[in-house]
């Protein structure tokens, strides 16, 4: 059996960007995903049932641990002589390319799920498009996610177009639409989940689920929810996901609202996220930059309506005025007419409600995401 190997930075993103999808491809193939955080890693392997190497990495620029990680790298795949070396995000994408291409593997493939480079300037962001031109150079195929972010690749000149595939309709795994859907939580677990965080029967609650950070919008959203609550004070913002201080921190006076807020519930990071979908009405997801953003799909399986950027990916997954509604990146008054329309408008609410799992269950099954990228990887066979 060939071999395949999966890298990504930490391996959080091998559960959240790739959940299942390893354990569905080791039917095909001797599958290893590398990683760093040693006893997570290992973790998700024995979960998968899937072989696991740490490789220690930095999501930061970090130049003499990034060398040692490449070094470390390149004589792991010397050694195992993969036929497949397929990276997501951006440090494992440059490291693993570069140390696939220098073992000699034949097949280096790079999944692209969001540019972060879109936010920066200056010095930095010349810095980051040369290091992203260096892994498209190292990898024999790029993956755009999105047809979105195909057109900013080819915009930015980062490869060669005829190097680029936006695989199926795009997202790196789809979303198993069974385990994300209304039946999925009790009616009693909704009760529970309610009565902890005081949520009482008559209150709209929006939901936004994700890292807790600058270009997920949120400044703009806590700007847009205190506009929205001096008006209609039956109503809750739900914040699921870590607060993350050190690479992309919020205003003071953003954090402040959150801690202070009655109306604001913070609950952190959270492993399933279905319960708290089920105890919302709508979800928020104002990001500034996205891939193809698999938390818009979970929304819409549960039978959220969603209000997102008109960016990359979101726009792919939401129809304005058919399952969401899409609006102006870094805008808090966009925000804001977006949220008070959702609250104001009953028949346009339950339209979009209705809507919403559909267009997910229709184009972004799981099972038929894997089965696009499986029949990627066996049209590399006949390369051989």
Same mark, same amino acid.
């Given at each position: 059996? @060939?071999? *395949? ?16 999808? &390893? ?43 990034? *060398? ?20 997501? #995000? ?24 969001? *540019? /972060? ?27 755009? =996610?999105? =047809? ?19 695989? !199926? ?32 029967? %008559? ?23 205190? @506009? ?21 921190? &919020?205003?003071?006076? #953003?954090?402040? #609202?959150?801690?202070?807020?009655? =109306?604001? *519930? ?14 919302? %009405?709508?979800?928020?997801? /104002? ?36 399952? !969401? ?23 346009? #609410? ?24 499986? @029949? ?5 066979? !006949?390369?051989?």
């Amino acid at each position: 059996m @060939k071999k *395949l190997i999966r890298i990504t930075t930490i391996p959080l993103s091998l559960e959240k960007l790739l959940e299942n999808q &390893l354990r569905f491809m080791n039917d095909y193939y001797e599958v290893t995903a590398v990683s760093s955080e040693k006893e997570r890693l290992k973790a998700f392997g024995e979960n998968q049932g899937v072989k696991t190497h740490e490789i220690a990495m930095t999501r930061q620029i970090t130049p003499l641990q990034d *060398l040692k990680s490449l070094w470390q790298l390149f004589w792991f795949l010397k050694s195992e002589k993969p036929f497949i070396v397929h990276s997501h #995000t951006p440090k494992a994408g440059t490291i693993g390319m570069m140390a696939a291409k220098l073992a000699g593997v034949p097949n280096r493939l790079h999944t692209v799920a969001g *540019l /972060p480079l879109l936010e920066t300037t200056g010095s930095k962001r010349k810095l980051l498009s040369f290091v992203e031109k260096i892994t498209y150079a190292c990898a024999t195929k790029v993956y755009p =996610n999105s =047809n979105g972010l195909k057109d900013i690749i080819i915009k930015e000149k980062f490869c060669n177009s005829n190097k680029l595939k936006v695989i !199926g309709n795009g997202s790196s795994n789809g979303i198993n639409t069974d385990f994300f859907s209304p039946q999925s939580v009790s009616e009693g677990q909704i009760r529970t989940l309610k009565t902890q965080l005081a949520i009482s029967e %008559d209150t709209f609650v929006f939901v936004f689920v994700g890292r807790i950070v600058a270009d997920k919008g949120i400044n703009e959203l806590i700007a847009a929810f205190t @506009k929205l609550l001096a008006e209609h004070k039956k109503c809750k913002l739900l914040l699921v996901g870590p607060l993350e201080k050190e690479l992309d921190p &919020l205003l003071p006076e #953003t954090e402040a #609202t959150i801690l202070t807020s009655e =109306n604001i *519930l913070s609950v952190g990071y959270q492993n399933d996220v279905r319960p708290y979908f089920a105890i919302s %009405d709508c979800l928020v997801f /104002p990001s500034y930059r996205e891939g193809f953003p698999n938390v818009v799909m979970q929304a819409g399986a549960m039978e959220l309506p969603a209000i997102v950027s008109n960016i990359n990916g979101c726009n792919e997954i939401i129809v304005s005025g058919e399952n !969401g509604i899409l609006i102006e990146p870094k805008s808090a008054e966009a925000v804001y007419q977006a949220m008070k329309s959702i609250l104001e408008d009953n028949e346009l #609410t339950d339209r979009l409600k209705n809507n919403a799992r559909h267009r997910i269950v229709s184009r972004y099954q799981q099972q038929v995401v894997w089965e696009a990228i499986l @029949k990627e990887y066996k049209s590399l066979e !006949g390369n051989v």
